[in-house]
């Protein structure tokens, strides 16, 4: 195996950065000194020196990873509770096409026959309050309240 080179990098190249150093083989280093790209580092590895740089880092380990994974669960309950709310409502929605559906068949075995419970009616706020039978038709005209 040939012995590397150290060389400090003047300008970028490659992959490297101006300030770096890396080790090449000799007609490598000598072709980049050459072209001033580079020029050769102050400290030279010895014959039998070997570099290794290595980090461990468990990226689950990170700030980062922790603030996102806090987020993501935080976005999923949310999701879960907008989902309980559909369920709900759509529970709420069957409940009433089944209750309107049934007074509609009542209607059509005695069109004449009104309702024998009295209406439900929500209001905006989804309060539930009985409907107000409305009067007879006695066969006259009744004015509105408002216009009398």
Avoid at 44 to 69: M, N
Avoid at 88 to 102: K, P
Avoid at 113 to 141: F, L, M, R
Wanted: no cysteine; hydrophobic share 45%; glycine share 6%.
């Amino acid at each position: 195996m040939a012995r590397k080179i150290a060389l400090t990098f003047l300008r970028g190249w490659s992959r490297y950065n101006a300030g770096e150093i890396a080790g090449f083989d000799a007609d490598q280093a000598e072709a980049l000194i050459d072209q001033g790209i580079a020029e050769k580092a102050p400290d030279q590895p010895e014959a039998g020196d070997r570099v290794i740089a290595s980090i461990l880092i468990d990226p689950r380990d990170t700030d980062a990873f922790k603030e996102a994974s806090a987020e993501i669960e935080r976005a999923a309950q949310d999701l879960i509770d907008r989902e309980a709310d559909l369920a709900a409502r759509e529970a709420d929605l069957e409940a009433r096409a089944l209750d309107l559906d049934r007074r509609e068949a009542a209607l059509k075995v005695d069109p004449v026959a009104a309702p024998t419970e009295p209406a439900e009616v929500v209001d905006a706020d989804g309060v539930v309050t009985e409907a107000k039978a409305e009067p007879a038709a006695t066969g006259k005209a009744v004015l509105p309240k408002q216009g009398r």
